[in-house]
């Protein structure tokens, strides 16, 4: 039995606390907002996200401190939008965390150090690669808040952790496999949010499905050539973690990513688009360290070039759309 923490109160973070006091497990659950903390106390779910979970208070203690939750847990799962992560694990020691196990289910890369949160968790925080992991889609929160039948691989070098975990979480809705992938799913789950920009951009433009389509098929090409050249492994691209996670982000109207494409393909300016969301798009930040790692290493990557373009050299969606038509085949 692990003493399991989350760290991360949003729809994905929620999401997985339904899923483990589902399954009969006590959560730590970091929730710093202490106006959401008594909200949560008397009614009973999270007002900011997944509002439709009951969260279940005698399975679950709230903690203010970071340092406190660390303290009370073994197994700590986190799962924050990489744009926070890095600020709140610079908090972390190398003391506190040691002989702690960690899985990431971060869908993005660390913006200020352009590192996967494994990576950080090796590099920064010294742990080894034997007490980290991490767990992807595709899995959308809302469908989970449903118990919709949802399938997760749950990623370590070490096996037995990795089956550990998928029998924490699977149950009649979840079902779990593990993978030893860790780095390659990792950086697959960062990239496919920049290919569900693309999509809502040329949704957002009015292309029809038969090019979204085309466009799609290309991601996946694109995502095998960046993981064939930085994370060498006996992968099949079409297995769910990979494939299965990109069609969703790229197609569902969940996806948030998607969501924001459409919205500068209709116009929006990104600034607007992200003030009227109010909610983090992963792939904004993630193809600025993308586009910078295909550069160094020479990967040929036009869709998250022409996604990096509009979104921070202010390129005209139109006019990158249809330049990339003609390096799609």
């Not at 730590?28 to 007002?47: C, F, S």
């Not at 970071?66 to 610079?90: G, R």
């Not at 590192?115 to 980290?132: A, D, F, G, H, M």
Request: glycine share 6%.
């Amino acid at each position: 039995m692990y003493n399991i923490g989350i760290i991360g109160e949003g729809s994905w973070g929620t999401a997985l606390l339904k899923i483990l006091q589902h399954n009969g497990q006590f959560v730590h659950w970091l929730v710093r907002n202490k106006e959401i903390r008594d909200y949560i106390a008397h009614n009973y779910h999270n007002p900011e996200y997944s509002s439709d979970i009951e969260i279940i208070l005698e399975q679950c203690k709230m903690y203010e401190s970071v340092h406190d939750l660390i303290k009370a847990c073994d197994l700590i799962f986190l799962v924050l939008p990489s744009a926070y992560t890095e600020t709140l694990l610079n908090e972390l020691t190398i003391d506190e965390v040691k002989d702690k196990y960690f899985f990431s289910a971060t869908k993005g890369i660390l913006p200020e150090s352009s590192l996967t949160v494994t990576q950080y968790l090796q590099n920064t925080l010294k742990l080894s690669e034997q007490t980290i992991g991490f767990i992807s889609g595709p899995s959308h929160a809302e469908e989970i808040a449903r118990e919709r039948l949802t399938y997760l691989t749950i990623m370590s070098k070490n096996n037995e952790l990795a089956l550990n975990v998928s029998a924490l979480i699977a149950n009649r809705y979840i079902i779990t496999k593990v993978n030893s992938d860790v780095l390659g799913a990792e950086y697959a789950t960062a990239i496919k949010n920049i290919m569900a920009i693309a999509s809502g951009i040329a949704h957002g433009l009015g292309y029809g499905d038969n090019f979204i389509a085309v466009l799609v098929s290309n991601a996946i090409k694109e995502i095998e050539r960046f993981l064939s050249e930085l994370v060498p492994h006996s992968r099949n691209i079409s297995d769910y973690v990979y494939l299965g996670d990109l069609l969703v982000t790229c197609y569902s109207q969940f996806s948030r990513n998607r969501t924001l494409g459409i919205m500068l393909g209709k116009g929006y300016s990104v600034k607007a688009a992200q003030l009227e969301m109010n909610m983090v798009a992963e792939g904004y930040f993630a193809v600025k360290s993308i586009v910078e790692i295909a550069k160094k290493h020479q990967i040929e990557m036009p869709i998250c070039q022409a996604v990096y373009h509009i979104l921070y050299e202010r390129y005209s969606p139109s006019v990158e759309m249809r330049l990339l038509t003609d390096k799609l085949y």
